[in-house]
T-cell receptor, first 113, second 113 residues
Framework: KAGVTQTPRYLIKTRGQQVTLSCSPI?????VSWYQQTPGQGLQFLFEYFSETQRNKGNFPGRFSGRQFSNSRSEMNVSTLELGDSALYLC????????????FGPGTRLTVT | ELKVEQNPLFLSMQEGKNYTIYCNYSTTSDRLYWYRQDPGKSLESLFV?????AVKQEGRLMASLDTKARLSTLHITAAVHDLSATYFC?????????????FGQGTRLTINP
């Protein structure tokens, strides 16, 4: 079974631009969560989607948004990029009703200059 | 607000020695996970602890959970260089199916020959 895939793997953007990151979960998984990892703040929860609905959201500004499609693939968007948005963005997928099994993708390394 | 605190944050040890990483958290939860992260890589699931008193072992690593003390430990026995990595604990505060993990700061473990 293929794992969680994320595209692109690396991205360089300029302040003020916007970016869209993509995550394809493991086949059959309907929950997708997004996390931001930075050296200063560590791993922080962004949001979680299930069946195209956002069920949970972390403490991030409205510039961070996401969506999920009917095939469970998810995208997150960051608008008006700031230098502090430079981070590794990880998505994780899990199967409905299965506690404890979140599988993380390889991440997208975003650098904002 | 839930806090998850790991200690130590940095650990340098010699091969063959034993050591323990501690993970304290500030809210009621009976689900806690341990992950390993190698530099530039994603998170690899190590242990899923789903009840008070749970103990899991894999090779030289053993994890336990005491929900009453809100404490989990990751014990390393007879360390080898291959175990050098950053280790994260994560408390599962998913509610009514909406997934959310809160991570500790991570413990950077370096094992010297």
């Amino acid at each position: 079974k293929a794992g969680v895939t994320q595209t692109p793997r690396y991205l360089i953007k300029t302040r003020g631009q916007q970016v869209t990151l993509s995550c394809s979960p493991i086949s059959g998984h309907r929950s997708v969560s997004w996390y931001q990892q930075t050296p200063g703040q560590g791993l922080q929860f962004l949001f979680e989607y299930f069946s195209e609905t956002q069920r949970n959201k972390g403490n991030f500004p409205g510039r961070f948004s996401g969506r999920q499609f009917s095939n469970s693939r998810s995208e997150m968007n960051v608008s008006t990029l700031e230098l502090g948005d430079s981070a590794l963005y990880l998505c994780a997928s899990s199967a409905w009703g299965v506690v404890g099994e979140q599988y993380f993708g390889p991440g997208t390394r975003l650098t904002v200059t | 607000e839930l806090k998850v605190e790991q200690n130590p944050l940095f650990l340098s040890m010699q091969e063959g020695k034993n050591y323990t990483i501690y993970c304290n958290y500030s809210t009621t939860s009976d689900r806690l996970y341990w992950y390993r992260q190698d530099p530039g890589k994603s998170l690899e699931s190590l242990f899923v602890l789903l009840s008070n008193g749970a103990v899991k072992q894999e090779g030289r690593l053993m994890a336990s959970l005491d929900t009453k003390a809100r404490l989990s430990t990751l014990h390393i026995t007879a360390a080898v260089h291959d175990l050098s990595a950053t280790y994260f604990c994560a408390v599962d505060i998913s509610h009514q199916g909406a997934q959310k993990l809160v991570f500790g700061q991570g413990t950077r473990l370096t094992i010297n020959p």
